[in-house]
């Protein structure tokens, strides 16, 4: 991979040509080059051309999705995510548009969704050609109780897929920021891919900080709720534990109406950090100790009642990524390292993993949700600021 | 409405596979399903065999998570493992409601009875107020212990003439499996004659090397026979169960196929590996600048320096292997970088991983 790194110069020729800069987004960005305008033109359609868009099979606030085909090859489908033009950006491109067209560009793994070119069409939009994605998302699969039983070689399977998708963007120092079950697609092969990129973000520099308003709160780590503006790739390590056990209870595992209810559903089922069991916590801007006494933190042998199905193996791995402390919780690497991918049962294999036929309709669903209801500036649906004034009291 | 109490809908009859190890039957002739009615999720015989026979564990269907035991674990009597344990309740409420017409004074004393039967039945089988329902039941156990025993003595004695049956069918079943023995030891002994003829020749003096070569060529050939008169026999099985998709040869191959896969270890990483060509990352570089983050307030977040030192280092060695005359005029761009040579992680990729 470090050898990847370091090819950035010859690759970013060759990205040229995959994926037309024509109508870049990037183009206030001060690395990208500017063709002139008229071959920009030509080289969007370029792109255009290869494309064609079939029927519209869904409909969002954000984008429209339409199934679409390769010209030449009908049997290739793909996904043509028609960005709507925000009236109120000033670009007319919101910023979540941008990050995930700018990360799904550079992330090219497996398990990550493939973004095949990006081009405008006429009204200035900006379309994304995606990999089409029938079977629908891992959600789905969960939900769906009267249809799929699966077992532990199946969670097993499937988390390693997670595991890799999460540990090549922290790899390529991306932070993926909305990890959950919703936004893990599930291919025709059975393959996961790690989808949704609207709120990712390059690893931050030292004193560089970043926003807690980030995760969709279920799946959202301690540190975030204490609003702290200093954190690492682990808050995605957070988030892949609570898909975990939600795959093995097939509910969620840590849920609430509020961001107070969340967290409180945290302490109840992990245990109230403290100085003692996450020094300096207490520092941290939203830190608030919860109704005392002091709810110790959960057992083994507590974990072993809800998560049995797991073995002892599975909990330990289940319990170091709901660490408390972020810098006690196993980095994505540690997760893929962890010895419960290496004992038996082995994972699945994917293509016989039990998969729902989603279709064309759910396909569109995913897509067109885009990002989550939170994220920075972005006015009314940022997500709600934590109230801990009646928990302080 | 309780999470486990869910119980899976009628699975479809093609394919039908074991949602834990994922062996299809069609792949497995001899696949037995069972189930446990603590929860009614089927797996496979040797599922059960391999999770339950240290004792009793966690049901290994994700959302379940009840206790079983091997000792209880049965082949269901229904496809239909809804229908299964609908039965199971109503057979478990009718061994202790166990009147019959003529223990009542009246046609609606007795249609009373069965109403509330059917009440407590009822909540058992949806899940309603089940507590109460089992509560109930227990009661009238309790209550009538003496009664239940005399009945059941009297149903018994109308069922016995419909066990006699049954030990008749069992008896012929045996008969049949006994002739199946007889036929294989038939085969063993054919064998066993072969091999007493070879020794006989090579003890005339015969050539070995040619008298092993046939008496082994005809043993193979009668293996051959033997084998495709089996094959026959079950696609003939396979034709009259309406369910003849694969052929005993694709099946073979399948399996072989599967195997060969099963050798490689799982790799989590699936080959990919975080070696950095050019560096080794330090545990610290004594960045004073960097002491700062020490401090809770920046700590406490999870913030790692090291992930910060890697970046750093990845970036500033990145373009190392690329010459001058190679590259645009561009200048190099900062954050994007990173991410923009994994394109090359594309199978057309030359590296080594
Ligand atoms: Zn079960
Ligand atoms: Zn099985």
Partial sequence: MAKLQEKTLTLLSNNKSTISTANSPFSDTSNDYAPPADLAAALNEQEKHKYIRLKQIGSGTYANVYKGHLRADPSSLVAIKKMKVQTDYKEGLSMDSIREIKFLQELSHPNIIALHSVFSSKDQNINLVIEFMPHGDLEMVIKDHDHVAYGLADVKAWMGMLGRATWFCHENFVLHRDIKPSNVLIAADGQLKLSDFGLARSFADPYQPMTHLVITNWYRPPELFYKAKYYSGVVDVWSCGCVLAQLVLRSAYIHGETDMQVLDAIVQALGQPTEENWPGVSKLENYVMMKPPTRPLTSKAEMMNLFGTLGPVGVDLLMAMLALDPRKRLTSKQVLEHEFFKIAPRPTKAADLPKKGGGEKQAAEDLKRKATLLGEGRGGKVAKKLDFGAARR | ?353
């Fill in chain 2, 1 to 353: 409405m309780q999470r486990n109490g869910a119980v899976p809908a009628p699975f479809e009859d093609a394919e039908e596979e074991c949602p834990i190890c994922h062996s299809k039957r069609y792949l497995r002739k001899d696949m037995k399903f069972m189930i446990n009615p603590e929860c009614y999720h089927k797996m496979c015989e040797s599922c059960v065999d391999r999770i339950f026979s240290h004792g009793p564990a966690a049901c290994p269907v994700a959302g379940c998570n009840k206790t079983l035991r091997r000792a209880r674990f049965r082949k269901p009597t229904f496809r239909d493992l809804q229908m299964e344990r609908e039965v199971d309740i109503r057979r478990r409420v009718a061994e202790v409601f166990n009147r019959e017409e003529v223990d009542f004074d009246t046609l609606k004393d007795y249609n009373d009875y069965l109403n509330d039967v059917e009440d407590v039945t009822f909540n058992l089988i949806q899940n309603i107020d089940v507590e109460e329902a089992e509560a109930k039941l227990d009661a009238y156990a309790a209550a009538n212990k003496q009664l239940i025993q005399s009945n059941m003595k009297r149903a018994k004695e109308g069922v016995d003439t419909f066990r006699a049956r049954q030990e008749a069918a069992k008896e012929s079943a045996q008969q049949r499996r006994k002739a199946a023995l007889q036929e294989e030891e038939e085969t063993r002994r054919e064998e066993e004659e072969e091999r007493r003829n070879l020794l006989k020749a090579l003890d005339a003096g015969g050539d070995a090397e040619v008298l092993t070569r046939q008496s082994q060529e005809a043993m193979r050939y009668r293996a051959q026979i033997r084998k495709e008169a089996l094959a026959n026999e079950i696609s003939a099985n396979e034709n009259a169960n309406g369910s003849a998709q694969f052929t005993i040869r694709g099946l073979k191959k399948h399996v072989e196929k599967e195997e060969e896969e099963e050798e490689k270890p799982y790799d989590p990483f699936d080959g990919l590996s975080d070696k950095r060509e050019y560096f080794v990352l330090q545990e610290d570089y004594g960045w004073e600048n960097y002491d700062r983050l020490n401090k809770p307030e920046y700590s406490a977040g999870g913030y790692n320096i090291h992930e910060y030192y890697n970046r750093a280092l990845c970036e500033a060695f990145s373009g190392l292997g690329v010459f001058i005359g190679d590259s645009s005029d561009e200048a190099p761009p900062a954050v994007a970088s990173a991410g923009a040579a994994l394109a090359a992680a594309s199978p057309m990729s030359d590296d080594v991983f």
